[in-house]
Nanobody
């Protein structure tokens, strides 16, 4: 079973920075795409950024230029460096390993962890 544990969230003022971490128990961590997702109150969960096993990255428009996703395969850990934070970034942040099955047009996600709360406010 794969377990995902997010940490590093907190309270920060607009313009501040936070670094989130995601620890994974998966034995094949180094071979899969990993991603960060977030969910604000009353809104759907949305993709923030992804990084492949080859370290290719993809970012949501709101994250470009401000957030950086990275991974440490030796530690089975995923990171999200967030700079120039805005109040709109307030949400619970989750990590996961998306697997897209083209034959079924379906993306599989492992069981979501508890997430880590990020609050940006003055």
């Amino acid at each position: 079973q794969v377990q995902l544990v997010e940490s590093g969230g907190g309270f920060v003022q607009p313009g501040g920075s936070l670094r989130l971490s995601c620890a994974s128990s998966g034995r094949t961590f180094s071979t899969v795409t990993m991603g960060w997702y977030r969910q604000a109150p009353g809104k759907q969960r949305e993709m923030v950024a992804t990084v492949t096993s080859g370290s290719s990255t993809n970012y949501a428009d709101f994250a470009k230029g401000r957030f950086t996703i990275s991974r440490d395969n030796a530690k089975n850990t995923l990171y999200l460096q967030m700079n120039s934070l805005k109040s709109e970034d307030t949400a619970v942040y989750y990590c996961n390993a998306p697997r897209f099955f083209s034959a079924f047009s379906t993306t599989y996600y492992y069981t979501w962890g508890q997430g880590t709360q990020v609050t940006v406010s003055s």
